[in-house]
């Protein structure tokens, strides 16, 4: 069985930066790419960045590309997602996911999700 637990969230201001973190435990967290998720209200969850098992290399959707990165630290079993020059169209709730599947693209090709956090962005 694997946890995941999302972190830091919350309300910022157009232009802002959040930092979220996601503390796994339960499985060899080195073994497996994340990712992060998001979904706002109405709206499917949508793909945001996902990184490898050394975290070297990345991936992240095109309308956050330049403005979040995804980094990891396997000593501490966590990933994180530094979010920059954020607009109110970021704002959703934020999920963190183990990669087991084929595709990082795809919210199916990730087994386990931690329970969210919210991000909301005032304009």
């Known amino acids: 069985q694997v946890q995941l637990v999302e972190s830091g969230g919350g309300l910022e201001q157009a232009g802002g930066s959040l930092r979220l973190s996601c503390a796994a435990s339960?499985?060899?967290?080195?073994?497996?790419?994340m990712g992060w998720f998001r979904q706002a209200p109405g709206k499917e969850r949508e793909f945001v960045a996902h990184?490898?098992?050394?975290?070297?290399?990345?991936y992240y959707a095109d309308s956050v590309k330049g403005r979040f990165t995804i980094s990891r630290d396997n000593a501490k079993n966590t990933v994180n997602l530094q979010m920059n020059s954020l607009k109110p169209e970021d704002t959703a709730v934020y999920y963190c996911?183990?990669?087991?599947?084929?595709?990082?693209?795809?919210?199916?090709?990730?087994?386990?999700w931690g329970q969210g956090t919210q991000v909301t962005v005032s304009s």
């Open positions: 996911a183990l990669f087991t599947g084929a595709s990082y693209y795809y919210a199916d090709s990730y087994a386990y």
């Open positions: 339960g499985r060899t967290f080195s073994n497996y790419p």
């Open positions: 990184c490898s098992r050394s975290g070297r290399t990345t």
